[in-house]
């Protein structure tokens, strides 16, 4: 018996089968939850086929977090394959790497930074409350990504100005949703080679600084640890556990330069 039996969830922003949200999705299945994956546009078909990738058959349903149709319509798409939400994954983000990141900070034009900070960050609080509905009196668990925006890093730029949006959303929605019994916790993972991580131009540096310094080691292919960080926070291990930022980065966080 899994720590997630008989949950359902919801994983918002799974492309490939190399990103966070795929992982996410495969544990939490490996822990006994019913899972609904989510994306959007012209990535829809490739989430279909790569979902078949998963342990067990999921279904899939188109959600642009930008679009308040969709949003609207989330919680009767959602009803079509379960009868509620225990948790929800924000594996969320985009910004124009052709603007925003690259170390040229203060070139990013506001339409850009505007559609990071939506996508990126509101997008936490617009998708919590779409899936409100469906969490009812039980309360549940949301759980969302992010990469630690306490400092600069080397070309994250803008993303980074957004991901810190993000962690200060988090903080609020679990002010606002605790008496509702819904926890809100982020896992801030280090550098992972996924889709989004291809964009960031010098990743490769940020990588190999990472390996060099965290105490545990850190290896970038392995998503698992990430995954099942936020398998964790969406079970009932952590029931008085909310605003919080897991860090699952080999202790890089921790250790001076």
Known sequence: MGILEGKRILVAGVTMDTSIGFEVARVAQEQGA????????????????????????????????????H????????????????????????????????????????????????????????????????????????VGLTFDATVAWPAYDWMGVAKAGLESCARYLARDLGPRGVRVNLVSAGPLKTLAAKAI??????????????????DNADRAPTARAVVALLSDLFPATTGEIVHVDGGFHAMGT
């Open 34 to 69: 019913t899972v609904v994956v989510s994306n959007f546009g012209r990535a829809l078909g490739i989430t279909r086929r790569i979902v078949n990738r998963l342990p067990e058959p999921v279904p899939v349903i188109e959600l642009d977090v930008t679009d308040e149709e």
């Open 71 to 142: 949003l609207a319509a989330l919680p009767e798409a959602l009803r079509e394959h379960v009868d509620g939400l225990d948790g929800v994954v924000h594996s969320i983000a985009y910004g124009n790497p052709e603007t925003l990141l690259g170390g040229d900070f203060l070139r990013g034009p506001w339409e850009d930074v505007a559609q990071a900070v939506q996508v990126s960050a509101y997008s936490l609080a617009s998708l919590t409350r779409a899936c409100l509905p469906l969490m009812g009196e039980q309360g549940g668990a949301v």
């Open 201 to 218: 131009p010098g990743f490769e540096q940020l990588e190999a600084t990472w390996a060099e310094r965290a105490p545990l080691g850190w």
